[in-house]
């Protein structure tokens, strides 16, 4: 009879040495692998994707300092519940015990008040900190409780680690071991983990269970027949997640509303977290949008910021405008094509040296080696704007910014040719 204790869980690393991948942090020459052997760690935060072993590498790290241990989870823990984990770390401190971890998973799913109220905790000693989270902490991390921790990063495992996962389950795991199944292919059992080693066992689990009730070996076929027939449509940790939200951009990129709020209402269905749809709609607005409409801009930064304020579900409906507002709107990448084309230069060129005239002069030797000399004050000529060089000689002309075709940035194209004549000629 199958055990109702999920494989991921039942093949959790009980030592270091049987922690998979993020060698990078662990591995012999790490420096968290000195600070865990030495037993004197830092409060961190560990930042990757979803399935990649920070919830076992907090655990690990208790069990090798010998701590106790906390866990609290972001979705559903409150200021309450923090309150109270820092009274118990308070009475272990009064009773000379061992500093406790205390370990917050998705912390970035906490507000500001629930980090602030961790910030005491975690500058008078009471706990090491330990947080997990799938977002870019300098977004979510609060900068007091952030400079306060190192950030790690960990990575996607690697096609190897994967299959040593999958080979390490079918010949170790209590349950598993018994079934003697052979594995043929492991292209699809990779491919729908997405990187995810939890979701790989899961997948596994339960192909395995189907293998067994049909007495047939793992290939890529019968993984995808199983899968299409138990998994869910849209998940937000998985290959889904990444397709849905490329579905999403392009739509409105492509200037289609319909699609566009068609893949929004994908994602808010599937439980994709808000803020990360409102952070990819800023990106968007620059990248695909720029300066045809300098509005866009501005209103998907106050749809990130109201989406943070408001909360869910009437997030959706500031989401849904937003989009909506983008998607119709005229398009341009042409700042996007100029600072890649600029760091494209600046990699060819190197450092060429700022031009003298347009140096800072702020003492009198600089001035005496001409810095700043002959530079022309744009406000003192007709129209604020006078020709002159700003660029290094070896560039000079050079032309990285191409405005778009659109009604916005053929005035620019205008203004331009009106100042710069045959040097700027658009």
Request: one cysteine or more.
């Amino acid at each position: 009879m199958a055990t109702r204790i999920p494989l991921a869980e039942r093949l959790r690393p009980h030592q270091l040495k049987d922690y998979v991948g993020q060698q990078h942090i662990v591995g012999p020459d790490a420096v968290l692998y000195h600070a865990i052997q030495q037993k004197n760690i830092p409060s961190m935060i560990l930042w990757g994707p979803p399935g990649v072993g920070k919830t076992s590498l907090a655990l690990l790290i208790a069990k090798e300092l010998d701590r106790p241990f906390f866990a609290l989870s972001a979705i559903q823990a409150g200021v309450k519940d923090i309150r109270e984990v820092i009274d118990k770390a308070e009475r272990l401190m009064n009773f000379n015990q061992d500093q406790p971890i205390l370990f917050i998973d998705e912390i970035h799913r906490f507000s500001k008040s629930q980090q602030d109220s961790l910030l005491g905790a975690v500058e008078r000693g009471l706990v090491t900190l330990i947080g997990a989270t799938t977002e870019n902490p300098s977004f979510e991390v609060i900068s007091a409780l952030l400079s306060r921790c190192q950030v790690y990063v960990l990575e996607h495992l690697s096609e190897a680690d994967l299959i040593g996962l999958v080979q390490k389950a079918l010949h170790e795991d209590e349950y598993l071991q018994k079934q003697a199944i052979a594995v043929e292919e492991y292209e699809a059992l990779l491919r729908l983990s997405g990187g995810d080693a939890r979701k790989l066992l899961n997948v596994l689990e339960l192909v395995v269970n189907a293998a067994v009730l049909h007495k047939e070996s793992i290939s890529n076929a019968f993984v995808l027949k199983q899968v299409q027939q138990n998994m869910a449509i849209y998940d937000k940790a998985g290959e889904q997640h990444y397709d849905i939200i490329s579905a999403f951009i392009k739509s409105i990129r492509g200037s289609d509303p319909n699609a566009a709020v068609y893949w929004l209402a994908r994602m808010i269905e599937g439980g994709e977290d808000p803020s990360f749809i409102a952070r990819r709609l800023l990106i968007l607005a620059s990248e695909d949008i720029g300066n045809a409409n300098p509005n866009a801009l501005l209103l998907a930064n106050n749809c990130f910021q109201a989406v943070n304020v408001i909360g869910w579900p009437e997030s959706r409906i500031i989401l849904s405008q937003t989009v909506i507002y983008l998607a119709t709107s005229v398009k341009s990448n042409a700042s996007y094509e100029a600072i890649n084309k600029a760091q494209a230069l600046v990699k060819q060129t190197g450092d060429l040296s700022v031009p003298l005239h347009i140096r800072n002069a702020p003492t009198k030797l600089m001035k005496e080696l001409n810095y700043g000399a002959e530079y022309k004050y744009a406000h003192a000529y007709p129209g604020n704007f006078v020709l002159q060089e700003f660029l290094p000689k070896e560039v000079s002309g050079v032309k990285l910014y191409e405005p778009g075709q659109n009604p916005q940035e053929e005035k620019v194209r205008q203004s331009l040719r009106d100042k710069w004549k045959e040097k700027y000629r658009y």
